[in-house]
């Protein structure tokens, strides 16, 4: 949480009069807005807002986000009744949460989809409820994934596919836990070399990690960066507006 010292930003210097108290609500959520979201009516207010800092911070924190995921963040709108506003991972199309919200909050790592298609598959056998899967250097190959270190699901596709539990067929995928030799739950490929499995995931336990993407320091910094400036900006702005309409209250304070 981000507490703002409003009597400090207040313009200084200056006649006080009543249509400054009627216009103080309205014009913090102005400026609050303005700080965290942007605004078209402040010039590059929107560059230089908490939003746009979380989208540019994003890749020296987080391993190779996508613009979607880096742009993820999206803020509610404060209102002269409702003088607040929060900032959260979009959820329209696709939830950002699993992405963001962890890497700022810390906590459990969320299963990616082809980790839950994988261990959900029918035949899945004895994997661990709670862990997630881990690709191993057989599966990644020499590039590590993509360009964003994640598998195509094409490939996962091909996996569900080729999954068979019941009997020993070249080629095939085996989900579970093998038997002998002490090797953990995963996901393998069987191959016709000696009959070996070779692994694709194994299993790990979901472990508990800390806070890497600092969000809250992110947005704070912003935030004070500027609030004040479109503080006095909007407050001068209406006051005058409401003076040169003939409707202002112009009783001193």
Known sequence: ?????????????????????????YSVATA????????????????????????????????????????GWRATKATKKWISTTIMPKDKKWSRNRYLGGSATGGTRAPKDFGA????????????????LVPTPALLGKKGGDKYGN???????????????TYYQHNSVFIGKPQGG????GVYRR???????????????????GARFPAEKIVNKTVH??????????????VEKRV???KAKMKPL
């Open 182 to 185: 002490g090797r953990p739950p």
């Open 117 to 132: 298609a994988l261990m959900n598959h029918p035949l899945a056998r004895n994997i661990p409820s709670g862990s997630r």
């Open 225 to 238: 960066q500027d609030f004040a400036i479109y503080l006095r900006r909007e407050l001068t702005k209406n």
């Open 151 to 165: 598998i195509s699901k094409g490939k996962i596709n091909k996996l569900f596919e080729q999954a068979n539990t």
């Open 1 to 25: 949480m981000i507490n703002l010292d409003i009597k400090s930003s207040l313009p200084t210097g200056v006649k006080w009069i009543e249509e400054h108290n009627k216009q103080l609500k």
């Open 32 to 71: 609050l807005n303005a700080s965290v979201q942007g605004s078209k009516f402040i010039p590059n207010s929107k560059e230089k807002s908490s939003l746009k800092a979380l989208a540019t911070q994003a890749p020296r924190y987080l391993d190779r986000p996508k613009k979607q995921t880096a742009e």
């Open 191 to 209: 191959t016709n070399k000696n009959r070996k499995l070779r692994p694709l995931f194994y299993a790990v336990s979901n472990v508990r990690y």
């Open 244 to 246: 040169k309409a003939g």
